[in-house]
């Protein structure tokens, strides 16, 4: 965490030599965001962040790691997306259908990691299998600084039938001409077998490692909150931190492999648009 935080304070000290040595006509106008940049936007953007997080959703323990988030859109509505610190890491493909007006949404192709990782007794870390899924996205922009957001996903091969919701509320405020915050809160929703396959455990795993079997229920799996401050310092270079806290709701945290209910993650890192 030390690490995270000196991070922090060297990149504040550059971005603020720097714009005090750069016009203002190079600065570019804030957009709004949630955790990082914004998901599925037509903005193009490639993030380098150190983030702290836990080992798995639900652990006591902290790993650090270095994320990416990338995304790159065409002019034909093609993107492709990368996002590899929140507890989904993804990696998708898909197509913008609308962008217009206050409405905006597309598909999506690609896989993911599981959020949950089964725990045996000696702490091995089992099952972080990848998770191929389609789906979709729609943004909602209630106000010129709110949006609502909704990824909907859907799981094949070895975890088909999984369906998992993700709904974001986020407010954006302006702190100075070029820094910005943006808040979420959200939920993560999830049907039967989704719920199954991140938390549950079935008679063979409890037999093989020991822990009851647990069969969590459907509908809200975790609520969560998120803060992010963004410093644009030049016309494509972005200072980003995130704060992010999730709260696993007693549907699918009563398993044996959830020792904490409650969860946190920080990022730091440089983003550049083209």
Do not use: C
């Not at 302006?174 to 549950?200: E, M, P, W, Y």
């Amino acid at each position: 965490m030390k690490k995270i935080f000196l991070l922090l304070l060297l990149l504040a000290f550059d971005a603020a030599h720097a714009q005090t040595n750069l016009p203002n006509n190079l600065f570019i106008e804030q957009i709004q965001s949630n955790d990082s940049l914004p998901e599925h936007s037509q903005d193009n953007y490639v993030g380098v962040y150190l983030a702290e997080i836990p080992k798995y959703q639900g652990s006591t323990e902290m790993e650090s790691e270095l994320a990416i988030n990338v995304h790159r859109e065409w002019s034909n509505g093609a993107l492709i997306s990368i996002n590899t610190w929140k507890p989904y890491d993804t990696y998708q493909i898909g197509m913008h259908l609308n962008s217009t007006g206050n409405l905006d949404y597309g598909v999506l192709l690609g896989v993911g990691r599981n959020r949950a990782s089964f725990i045996d007794s000696d702490g091995g870390n089992k099952g972080k299998d990848w998770m191929p899924f389609v789906g979709g996205f729609l943004n909602y922009k209630i106000a010129d600084d709110i949006q609502l957001s909704n990824e909907l996903l859907y799981y094949f091969g070895q975890y088909k039938g999984g369906q998992y919701d993700d709904l974001n509320l986020i407010k954006s405020f302006a702190i100075t001409d070029h820094q910005s915050l943006a808040l979420s809160v959200g939920t993560v929703l999830g049907n039967q077998k989704f719920a199954n396959t991140q938390f549950g455990i079935s008679p063979d795993q409890s037999a093989e490692y020991g822990y009851p079997a647990y069969t969590p229920s459907a509908g809200v799996q975790d609520v969560h909150f998120g803060v992010n401050w963004r410093w644009s310092f030049s016309s494509a270079w972005t200072l980003n931190s995130s704060l992010y806290a999730s709260h696993l709701t007693s549907n699918v945290s009563e398993t044996k492999q959830v020792k904490n209910e409650n969860n946190g993650s920080i990022s730091v890192g440089l983003a550049y648009r083209f």
